[in-house]
């Protein structure tokens, strides 16, 4: 035995007589188990042994996993197997992206698409090359060349080669991915996208059609609930219940669907900015701060750390750090849209509009499918009284998220402010019926200034019991908001109802003292009914009356603002954040309009009236 070792030992090795195969198999093995430089240097061999087009791209496959990009492309190129093999011209395209060589990049990938007249063809011939292989090679080089032309900031080019990945591979879950994260395209255009897909050509099945197309639908802008439920306990369709929930103002709803999610999966990355978006709503500080210092140790690479960071100092007042950091995440990633709208409202927050509009103003140029940017820049030209330029932004956004309840109801206040109550009415109510559409019947505390606002226009056009209905919704959603007191007292004395009027006056005073409007009106009011009652039983006509003369009293609600609004909503997306107006006008007969605001004491609100007694000829 030891003699015939020997002879095979000194005996000239034949590597025909090798079974390459047994090889081939331990190379993707390797790659199975992540011991990439194993494979590389058992991939290295069998090219030696046979220089064939397909084990050079399993070599390059190798070294793309060891991140050796150049080295792949070059492998690939010196070789000129781009130009004739179909999966080393993806590889040697792929290794060129990821080495940040876009030009290079680009040119390989339009050499090898303009080679492709039929998709069926493409595929049929990948599945040969190299059996069981079966995905499409059309959609993943127009996905590539979509991410390239994103990286070289063409985003509208980059948009149009996602939509044909989608196109040729209905399946091309990245493609789809890159469209809405990076908001690309409006809600409506979202829409005809996913029912233009060729889903009846390309899914086997009625069942496969009916899946395929309600898993997308339930990704979109969530306005609206998907037809039909599929994996309910799957944890994205939960974070797309969520982020419903989150766009009705349900924050405690959406809460608990993210903890849940997180509870399962503690670092999802689609769950946890929508989780941050509502602690900064909620007020949670100590979960954020916690959170936040775990997403810092474990992903320091990472935006969604710094972002955690930025709206823990956010929440906390401190506006410098949430800058310092939210700066950062955005430097990390560029199309991490929730930080540049928090990186917005750092500033907002501190009446800083012109820098504020900048922040947005750069996320509206990164990011035109998301009409979060051109509201928020719209509400900054209604804060510095340009209520013109106000309208032009929030037709914009108006153009690209036609369902979102904010935008409908700030195109309601524009409208108030224009005198236009007919207009603002129907525009409050278009964002009432969302509301309900996103969370039910029961509203959320959020839109209790929607709800006054129904109450101020619907005064305005002189439908007292309506606009009294409308107010009392209000108090029924926030019932400890001094204000809504005080529109009921006001309605009350307008229709003659005056003790009722003392009464909410009165309860107005009892939770905020310095209310001025309240008090000049609780004073009026009592001298009316001093007016019209007479001084003991009986006096009869005996009682003459003093004619009261007419008053003119302005109601300055909330002068001494507080806090301004908090604007995160997340999405987000998401999103991420909730729109405020500010409403303050000159004009005497207009300027009675609440705004939608986090906080309750961010409302400014300023308006004239004139009382008049009706004895007075």
């Not at 011991?35 to 087009?53: E, G, P």
């Not at 959609?139 to 070289?152: F, H, I, W």
């Not at 949430?322 to 917005?344: C, E, I, N, Q, V």
Request: charged fraction near 20%.
């Amino acid at each position: 035995m030891a003699g015939d070792f020997l002879e095979t030992e000194n005996s000239t090795l034949d590597v025909k007589n090798l079974d390459l195969e047994k090889y081939r198999k331990m190379v993707r093995n390797f790659i199975d188990m992540h011991s990439y430089n194993s494979a590389l240097f058992w991939a290295d061999k069998i090219v030696s042994i046979t220089n064939d087009a397909y084990d050079v791209y399993w070599l390059a496959q190798c070294m793309f996993l060891l991140r050796q990009y150049h080295r792949g492309a070059h492998l690939i190129r010196s070789r000129g197997l781009e130009k004739t093999n179909s999966l080393c011209h993806y590889i040697a395209s792929l290794c060129l992206y990821e080495g940040k060589d876009y030009s290079e990049a680009l040119s390989v990938l339009d050499l090898q698409l303009n080679n492709i007249n039929d998709t069926s063809e493409m595929n049929q011939s990948t599945d040969t090359m190299v059996p069981g292989m079966n995905h499409n090679m059309k959609s993943a080089l127009l996905l590539l060349k979509g991410r390239v032309y994103e990286s070289l900031e063409n985003r509208a080019l980059a948009a149009d080669c996602y939509k044909g990945a989608l196109l040729a591979d209905v399946h091309c879950y990245d493609a789809f991915l890159n469209l809405s994260q990076h908001q690309m395209m409006d809600s409506s255009t979202e829409k005809s996208l996913v029912d233009s897909l060729p889903l009846k050509e390309q899914c086997k099945s009625q069942s496969d059609l009916l899946f395929t197309r309600t898993l997308y639908q339930s990704m979109i802008k969530k306005y609206d609930a998907p037809s039909l439920t599929v994996l309910p306990d799957n944890l994205d369709m939960l974070v797309a219940r969520a982020e419903r929930l989150y766009y009705g103002c349900s924050y405690k709803k959406c809460f608990n669907i993210t903890e849940q999610v997180l509870s399962r999966d503690p670092y999802h990355t689609a769950c946890l900015p929508l989780h941050i978006a509502c602690l900064v709503e909620m007020n949670k500080s100590n979960k954020l701060f916690k959170l936040a210092h775990e997403l810092v140790d474990l992903y320091p690479d990472n935006a969604i750390a710094w972002y955690a960071v930025g709206c823990y100092y956010y929440l906390i007042g401190r506006s410098d750090p949430a800058r310092r950091f939210l700066g950062k995440a955005t430097s990390l990633d560029k199309l991490f849209l929730p930080a540049w709208l928090m990186y917005g409202h750092s500033f907002a927050v501190e009446n800083e509009h012109d820098q504020a509009m900048a922040a947005y103003f750069n996320a509206f140029n990164l990011f035109k499918g998301c009409h979060l940017p051109a509201l928020y820049v719209g509400l900054e030209c209604g804060l510095t009284n340009n209520a013109r330029l106000a309208s032009k932004f929030f037709d914009l956004a108006l153009s690209i998220a036609q369902e979102d309840p904010f935008v409908m109801h700030e195109m309601g206040v524009i409208a108030y402010q224009n005198h236009n109550y007919t207009v603002a009415e129907n525009c409050f109510m278009d964002a009432l019926t969302k509301v309900k559409q996103l969370g039910g019947e029961i509203i959320a505390d959020k839109w209790e200034p929607l709800l006054n606002n129904l109450g101020h226009v619907n005064r305005k056009l002189k439908k007292y019991e309506e606009a009294l209905e409308f107010h009392k919704q209000a108090l029924v959603v926030a019932p400890m908001k001094a204000s809504t007191f005080c529109c009921i007292g006001y309605i009350q004395a307008l229709t003659g109802d005056l003790d009722s009027a003392v009464n909410y006056f009165h309860k107005t005073l009892a939770l905020k003292r310095d209310d001025s409007f309240a008090t000049t009106m609780l004073s009026y009011v009592i001298e009316q009914l001093i007016d019209e009652s007479p001084p003991f039983p009986g006096a009869g006509d005996v009682y003459i009356k003093f004619n009261a003369k007419p008053k003119k009293v302005s109601w300055d609600m909330c002068s001494s603002s507080s806090t301004p609004p908090s604007r995160l909503r997340g999405i987000i997306q998401g999103t991420i954040v909730n729109p405020a107006q500010d409403v303050d006008i000159e004009n005497n007969d207009s300027s009675d309009m609440m705004d939608l605001t986090t906080s309750p004491t961010a409302s400014h609100e300023s308006f004239e009236i004139e009382l008049h007694d009706e004895n007075t000829s």
